[in-house]
């Protein structure tokens, strides 16, 4: 049976996942900067005093929001080390195309510029979405597929970085006939 | 002797300096979503009215005050693609981490995502930065010292890629032993 205690803490959750739903909207929609506590107070009718009795600062909100914008790719197993980078690559190129978070992370690198705790979470973001690329390599390096003296954070830099570049940069088109020059540049 | 039409016009441009100069300040301290009109109006003592008189909008505005963020490095001539590179890269590096375009440049990522003017100024921006090193490797191959066939498009974002990588998402050193592993796995 609920009793009051319970009945409150439903309308808690409620009431943030409607502050949640729409900060995360505007994020889409507008970049972090776009975010406006007011307008996200306004839009889900839940109080400013309650929403930052929830969220301490505006930062620690966005996190939260930001923390929708998708996960990291499974860990690939092709059997070498090239067929496991293509299938990254390829997803990777996919989603700077397709995937909300392709639009909205050049507001939070911004953000990141000048604020500490958004900060913060990029490099979480960042070491998340780069694990996949960091197992494959060594586990590449483990079976001698590549000296184990090969530095791994300069791959990863090698293989994503272009990829970053032309989305962001140049805005280019990231192709298959890219792909595969990049896996040819980068892994020997 | 000036008369009264030249001093409108010195009032006129010093008008315009100041507001830009405000501008850019807000700019280099904030990024694109930190500049406010109403404080850049505020702060030079110019009335809205004016500052919309010059510039059409906002981002005309903003356009203006970007273009003041650096010029594009000189082409290098050390007699091989490797020294141009590296003479490139080495300057890249270094204003990665000292210029205030630095820092500036995300809010333009970010704003070019919604705005077609900025989209606009940015994609001249990008152009006129990567114009010596399509520079240094036209010339490698006009000399044969890299295959006709290569895309230049995709050397560029295999040299570039890897530092704007490390500054804005993995924020990571670009020292000069990174500087030769990108020249070494990138130009061959």
Same mark, same amino acid.
């Given at each position: 049976m609920a009793g009051p205690i319970q009945i409150a803490d439903k309308r808690v959750e409620r009431s943030k996942a409607q502050v949640l739903a729409e900060t995360y909207r505007q994020l889409v929609q507008? !970049?972090?900067? !776009?975010?406006?506590?007011?307008?996200?107070?306004?839009?889900?009718?839940?109080?400013?005093?309650?929403?930052?009795?929830?969220?301490?600062?505006r930062s620690a909100l966005l996190i939260d929001a930001c923390s929708?914008? !998708?996960s990291a790719p499974d860990v690939p197993d092709t059997g070498s080390l090239r067929g496991d980078v293509r299938a990254l690559l390829a997803r990777l190129s996919d989603q700077l195309q397709t995937a909300n978070w392709s639009s909205v992370y050049p507001s939070i690198i911004d953000a990141a510029e000048?604020?500490? $705790?958004?900060?913060?979470?990029q #490099? =979480?973001?960042?070491? #998340?979405?780069? =694990?996949?690329?960091? #197992?494959?390599?060594?586990? #590449?390096?483990?079976? !001698? $597929?590549?000296?184990?003296?090969?530095? %791994? %954070?300069?791959?990863? =830099? %090698?293989?994503?970085?272009?990829?970053?570049?032309?989305?962001?940069?140049?805005?280019?088109? %990231?192709?298959?006939?890219?792909?595969?020059?990049i896996i040819e540049s980068a892994v020997r």
């Open positions: 507008s !970049g972090i900067s !776009g975010v406006s506590i007011d307008e996200v107070s306004r839009v889900s009718g839940i109080s400013k005093t309650t929403i930052y009795r929830h969220w301490p600062s929708r914008l !998708g000048r604020d500490p $705790e958004i900060n913060a979470m #490099a =979480a973001l960042h070491k #998340a979405f780069m =694990a996949p690329f960091d #197992a494959v390599i060594e586990r #590449a390096k483990a079976k !001698g $597929e590549i000296p184990s003296d090969h530095v %791994t %954070t300069d791959l990863i =830099a %090698t293989l994503v970085g272009p990829f970053f570049f032309r989305r962001w940069f140049s805005k280019e088109e %990231t192709d298959e006939r890219f792909i595969n020059a």
